[in-house]
């Protein structure tokens, strides 16, 4: 079994201490990783000057990686990354226990409605990381609308993909309503973690995972709170033997019929 802590914390408050309490008491609680909001530090928006952000391996991750060694628990958390022609990339890296990188994941599907396609870059790779037993992928909070990622991580062998999101209250019934979707049609854990409050109250948690069979198994309130999590990776390959939709799949025909369209 691996326990893992979902960091429910507001966003926008501009600086990592938050994030270095909340890690500690995951790790005095017994969890292996701790898993952060999207840009719960400088708080999501779609509009940022060209040239923002800053490289994979620069301050806040820094700040990341002290949290992890500090504490002995792998963090995953969010920054802004600098990238190539002006555009930043919205970015999710991943701290092993001893401080080091061990994965990063940029989001590939970009929230078009609120313009975040017209300031980033979106990623062109999955991503997936080993703790403590477990294989973890990454999606960014819009990227869950998009089943064909998940299917992906599927395919390449995931126990549980993590989904740091700021998905207002407005839209929340589609969260309750996706985590768990994407859980069951791939048969693995999925574990959302969203943003508490912010201006009027735009966000409104409701962080929560979902086990193989698309059951919620943890689940959030509104306010800030660590929201833990265990997850056993045996019943992720039980649950793929005994209904083998993976297996069963016609990739051949797919990418026939996807050519003709």
Request: with cysteine.
């Amino acid at each position: 079994m691996t326990t893992i802590a979902l960091a429910q914390v507001a966003g926008g408050r501009g600086d990592p201490d938050a994030a270095a309490r909340m890690a500690e008491e995951a790790a005095a609680a017994g969890a292996s990783l701790i898993c952060f909001p999207e840009q719960f530090i400088t708080g999501w928006s779609p509009e940022i000057p060209p040239g923002a952000g800053e490289p994979l391996d620069g301050p806040l991750t820094a700040a990341f990686s002290e949290i992890a060694k500090k504490n002995r628990i792998a963090v995953v958390g969010s920054i802004i990354e600098a990238g190539q022609g002006g555009r930043p990339r919205n970015t999710t890296v991943v701290l092993g226990p001893g401080g080091d990188i061990l994965a990063a994941y940029a989001k590939i599907h970009l929230f078009s409605p609120g313009g975040e396609d017209r300031y980033y870059t979106a990623g062109d790779r999955i991503a997936t990381f080993t703790v403590d037993g477990t294989t973890f992928g990454l999606a960014v909070c819009y990227d869950l609308r998009f089943p064909e990622l998940f299917r992906i991580y599927a395919l390449a062998g995931a126990e549980c993909v993590l989904v740091p999101a700021a998905w207002p209250c407005c839209r929340v019934r589609h969260w309750e309503t996706l985590l768990p979707a994407r859980a069951l049609e791939n048969r693995y854990y999925v574990a959302g973690v969203n943003t508490a409050g912010g201006p009027d109250g735009i966000y409104c948690g409701r962080s929560l995972a979902a086990d193989p069979d698309g059951e919620v198994i943890a689940r959030a309130g509104a306010g800030e709170e660590p929201l833990f999590v265990k997850l056993d990776p045996a019943a992720v390959h039980a649950a793929q033997k005994s209904l083998p939709s993976l297996s069963d799949r016609r990739s051949d025909l797919y990418h026939r019929l996807l050519s003709s369209l």
